[in-house]
């Protein structure tokens, strides 16, 4: 099985700035796209962003497009996300998550694992 450990949440003020990492370890040959997710209190876990590991498309939802950018290091095997222009409802956890999809799903069940979240909290 693969593990995905995130890391790098916080609080930052509205307008600020944050890097959520996201490293993957154990049996990762067949993992072909990452994708981040967010979950907000009380509302259904949305995606965020993917990439494929390989040619690294990239592929966001309308709420990042333009502030958050994806990326990878093949040779960390850790995959990015850059989170700009922060927004109090950009507060949620935020999830990685690996799917052996050859393109970025926005459905979470196209994913066959999940990290355990890092809280991002944004303040107005």
């Known amino acids: 099985q693969a593990q995905l450990a995130e890391s790098g949440g916080g609080v930052v003020q509205a307008g600020g700035s944050l890097r959520v990492s996201c490293a993957l370890s154990g049996r990762t040959f067949n993992i072909a796209t990452m994708g981040w997710f967010r979950q907000a209190a009380g509302k259904e876990r949305e995606f965020v962003a993917g990439?494929?590991?390989?040619?690294?498309?990239?592929r966001y939802a309308g709420s990042a497009e333009g502030r958050f950018t994806i990326s990878r290091d093949n040779a960390k095997a850790t995959v990015y996300l850059q989170m700009n222009s922060l927004k109090p409802e950009d507060s949620a956890v935020y999830y990685c998550?690996?799917?052996?999809?050859?393109?970025?799903?926005?459905?979470?069940?196209?994913?066959?694992?999940w990290g355990q979240g890092t809280q991002v909290t944004v303040s107005s």
């Open positions: 990439i494929v590991w390989r040619g690294g498309n990239t």
């Open positions: 998550a690996a799917s052996s999809s050859p393109w970025p799903e926005e459905n979470l069940h196209g994913y066959d694992y």
